[in-house]
């Protein structure tokens, strides 16, 4: 069994945001943002939350360390953003484990939530025959739960 940090646990960093306009391209033929295009959004979100923490995602993958990808994602629609909206964009980590993590992220209109998700993410590595799953660096993993003890396992 994995051991997990959940984000009631250690000192989780805050919730990150972004801020998103909705431009034509986003929407549908009724001027509705196109159901996945949220997930591009939370996909942003956690790319810049990434970098603001150092950790640049195309870098890991240069670098042949890894990179992050997408397993698992569970949202639910509950208002339509439009054209012209400025939309805020949340991730918060609600589970971390060495080789994968779990965010909730959110989209706003102002207080009003449009969109919920969970999103699960791995690490995988570069492999003789493509990627294999693998443990996410140690500097890394401490970054993003907020824990330097993380840093030593």
Do not use: C
Request: glycine share 12%.
């Amino acid at each position: 069994m994995k051991a997990k940090t959940t984000a009631g646990s250690g000192n989780p960093p805050p919730a990150f945001q972004i801020h998103v306009r909705v431009y034509w391209e986003d929407t549908d033929a009724g001027g509705i943002v196109f159901y996945a295009n949220y997930l591009r959004f939370m996909e942003r979100a956690r790319t810049e939350w990434l970098r603001s923490l150092g950790h640049g995602q195309e870098a890991a993958r240069q670098s042949g360390g890894g990179m992050f990808v997408v397993s698992e994602t569970q949202v639910r629609y509950l208002r339509p953003a439009r054209l012209d909206d400025w939309l805020t964009v949340t991730v918060r980590v609600v589970e971390a484990g060495k080789a994968s993590m779990v965010f909730d992220q959110k989209v706003l209109r102002g207080d009003e939530v449009l969109t919920e998700g969970q999103i699960r993410i791995g690490w995988v590595q570069p492999g003789p025959d493509g990627f294999r799953p693998g443990r996410i660096p140690a500097d890394m993993l401490a970054a993003l739960t907020g824990d330097p003890a993380r840093d030593h396992n």
